[in-house]
């Protein structure tokens, strides 16, 4: 099976985690993109979606399911979203696509995470994956010396040979290098450096499920 047919089936295992009736918190990313494409099967079913990213919004919109603002949701049942790492305890590494503030924020308001990975995703200590620490521009370099004082390499990421704007108008720094042993207390101290936006560690507030892509079929990590 190819990468993307497991990205596939894990998106098509997550409409069961879908319930009658509500709004859905949806993530960004190419195996999110799969669960909308699924989603718009089912879009009768559902109330509507909440969207991490503007590509997202813009991609439930084409499948024609109502968009929420968050301001406008109380509660959702479950937020489902793709991860670029994720350890045996839930935690994840996300932001590969640079929505991670708002995933971050949009699955805070959900009951539960379910993380929807092929198995290549799947590690015993994270951060083979450069984390993704989305800043206030100005603060760039300052987090960068902070980050690189950690141990971590950390490069601005660029689009067209530009700074990569994220949809909050700001900067990502991928930082390479570490070796992520305690996954919680590097999301908290990477928190509250001054001009951190949000740093890519899910940890505090981590997967409950994980449907995970193998090529013998669709396995659910619960934790
Ligand atoms: C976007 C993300 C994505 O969930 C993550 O990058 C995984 O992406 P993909 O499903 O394309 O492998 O965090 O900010």
């Given at each position: 099976m190819t990468q993307d047919e497991l990205k596939q089936a894990v998106a098509r295992a997550a409409i069961d985690y879908v319930a009658e009736g509500e709004i859905i918190g949806v993530g960004t990313g190419s195996t999110a993109n799969f669960f909308i494409d699924e989603l718009g099967k089912i879009?009768?079913?559902?109330?509507g979606a909440v969207a991490s990213s503007e590509a997202t919004a813009a991609r439930l919109k084409s499948h024609g399911i109502p968009v929420f603002d968050?301001?406008?949701?109380?509660?959702?049942s479950v937020y489902i979203d793709g991860a670029d790492e994720i350890d045996h305890s839930g935690a994840m590494i996300k932001g590969g696509g640079g929505a991670l503030t708002r995933e971050k924020i949009v699955a805070s308001v959900a009951d539960r995470f379910i993380c929807i990975a092929?198995?290549?995703?799947?590690?015993?200590?994270?951060?083979r994956f450069p984390l993704p620490v989305e800043v206030i521009p100005m603060a760039a370099k300052a987090v960068g010396r902070a980050l690189a004082h950690l141990g971590a390499s950390p490069v601005l990421r660029s689009k067209d040979g530009r700074p990569y704007v994220t949809d909050n108008g700001c900067h990502i720094l991928d930082a390479a290098?570490?070796?992520?042993?305690d996954p919680k207390a590097l999301e908290r101290q990477i928190n509250q450096?001054?001009?951190?936006?949000?740093?890519?560690?899910?940890?505090?507030?981590?997967?409950?499920v994980c449907l995970l892509g193998t090529a013998g079929g669709v396995r659910t990590l619960a934790f």
């Open positions: 879009k009768d079913r559902i109330k968050l301001n406008e949701v109380e509660r959702m092929d198995e290549s995703k799947l590690v015993d200590v994270m951060g290098g570490l070796q992520i042993d450096w001054p001009g951190v936006v949000s740093v890519g560690l899910f940890a505090v507030q981590g997967a409950a």
